[in-house]
């Protein structure tokens, strides 16, 4: 299993290219079994989550090419079996993402259930509550989702809670479905409207994408269609939290400023100094951070996927910062390796208060999912000494190339492969 090994105290000065949002392009792969024709994506990210999708894919019968960097050729026209087994569902919960277009297409679905993870219980009973508004019939044998309809109806769908996932899985379903489906208590995330885009440009008739109310007119057949991904604001928060946790001064190439409101204001409040335009952002940090609290809520509020990494830059904030977690309910898996560092982090229930300490200092700690895994990487870039980070695997799920793109900013940090550590 490989390690980074990270000598801290190094600022960070100069340019890095944001990649594609793991979370749009996961669905956008997905929505490629929703038609015959090939989709042609650029900006997909190179990561281990997206070779588990192309895995699934292929197992499903769909042909993929790489035609350059970012570039994907997908193709759907000979889909030859229509069951997502359980040793894949089990390392990415998105492959829940193929049961509505297999569904909407094929008439029928078997997709493993995804199980139970770090940062918590995860369910994905409004996936299955939607799919049935819309006259699927839905039983759970043997640990997968086995799922039926002859054509899926439109239908008026309520979910219970706002669900990024569920969305996308319903919104996919109702592009082929007959009639006219309306999701209340949408999620309005960015990916969303990425994808909303991609099938519309194949042909679908969605509207409100963006909104808490997408409004999705049922076609009878998609058509192929090229599609850019939108790049990843979690991946540029990240960045910047490195930055503010280090000090330095580094520009964010590709990145889309115009999807990280929250992110950025609260950047902004623990003394980062951001500029941007509407392809890059600069985050300049030349004091030491200024406690920041936050809650996480579902966009356009402060995301949970960066809740671990602002945590680690309030570790060594100026002051006292109450953080509430409300998205996951086991989303603080970080603290625990972040007091190892030295940090000074109390939890009771969804809140964590976070005494910020001077100073961190390095040692060998773990890392127990995708985004814990990036907060343990900023603190270790501030500590004092070496940080090994163990379990790596997690960041690689979600951050292309990361050692090497903090290293061509000026952090020293280098991954210790299985043989060499
Ligand atoms: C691939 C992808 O895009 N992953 C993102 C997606 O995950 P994901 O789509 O899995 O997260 P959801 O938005 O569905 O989850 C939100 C909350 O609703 C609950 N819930 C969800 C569905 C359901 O059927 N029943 C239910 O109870 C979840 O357990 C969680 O507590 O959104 C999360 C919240 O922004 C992000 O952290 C993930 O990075
Ligand atoms: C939780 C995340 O991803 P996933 O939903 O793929 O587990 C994440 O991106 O932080």
Excluded at 90 to 112: D, W
Excluded at 134 to 158: D, P
Excluded at 372 to 380: E, Q, T
Excluded at 405 to 421: D, M, P, Y
């Amino acid at each position: 299993m490989d390690k980074l090994l990270i000598t801290g105290g190094n600022r960070l000065n100069g340019e890095i290219t944001i990649s594609g949002a793991k979370n749009a392009a996961l669905p956008i792969l997905c929505a490629s079994l929703l038609t015959a024709d090939p989709i042609y994506l650029e900006n997909v990210p190179g990561l281990k989550d997206i070779g588990t999708t192309l895995r699934l894919l292929s197992q499903l019968g769909v042909q993929s090419e790489r035609s350059g960097p970012g570039q994907l050729q997908l193709s759907a026209a000979q889909v030859t079996s229509l069951e997502a087994p359980y040793e894949l569902v089990k390392t990415m919960r998105a492959s829940i993402l193929v049961l509505g277009p297999l569904l909407a297409r094929f008439g029928e679905a078997r997709v493993s259930l995804p199980g139970g993870c770090a940062i918590g219980q995860r369910p994905v009973d409004q996936h299955i509550k939607g799919l049935e508004a819309m006259g699927a019939e839905i039983r759970i044998e043997h640990g997968f989702v086995v799922a039926t309809a002859k054509r899926l109806k439109g239908a008026s769908i309520l979910t219970d809670m706002v669900t990024v996932t569920g969305t996308e899985n319903l919104m996919m379903a109702a592009a082929l479905a007959e009639g006219q489906t309306i999701l209340e208590n949408a999620a309005r995330e960015p990916e969303i409207v990425d994808l909303a885009e991609l099938l519309n440009k194949m042909g679908a008739r969605i509207q409100g994408h963006g909104t808490d109310r997408i409004v999705i007119d049922g076609v009878d057949s998609l058509h192929g269609a090229s599609h850019r991904v939108v790049a990843d604001r979690i991946e540029a928060g990240t960045f910047l939290c490195a930055v503010g946790a280090a000090g330095g001064d580094i520009v964010l190439r590709q990145a889309a400023a115009a999807t990280m409101g929250a992110i950025l204001d609260k950047l902004r409040e623990a003394g980062l100094v951001i500029e941007c335009g509407e392809d890059w952002i600069r985050g300049t940090m030349t004091q030491r951070p200024r406690a920041t609290g936050f809650r996480t809520r579902e966009y356009p509020g402060f995301p949970t996927d960066m809740q671990a990494q602002l945590m680690a830059l309030n570790a060594i904030a100026d002051g006292t910062a109450v953080i509430v977690e409300n998205i996951f309910e086991n989303r603080y898996m970080h603290v625990q390796e972040l007091g190892r560092m030295g940090a000074n982090i109390e939890i009771d229930g969804h809140t964590a208060v976070v005494t910020g300490v001077a100073q961190l200092s390095g040692a060998t700690v773990m890392a127990t999912d995708l985004r814990a895994s990036a907060s343990l990487v900023i603190a270790g870039l501030a500590a004092s000494g070496d940080t090994v980070v163990e379990r790596i695997y997690h960041l690689d799920r979600g951050y292309e190339r990361m050692e090497e793109k903090l290293r061509s900013v000026g952090a020293n940090i280098q991954r210790l492969t299985q043989e060499a550590a």
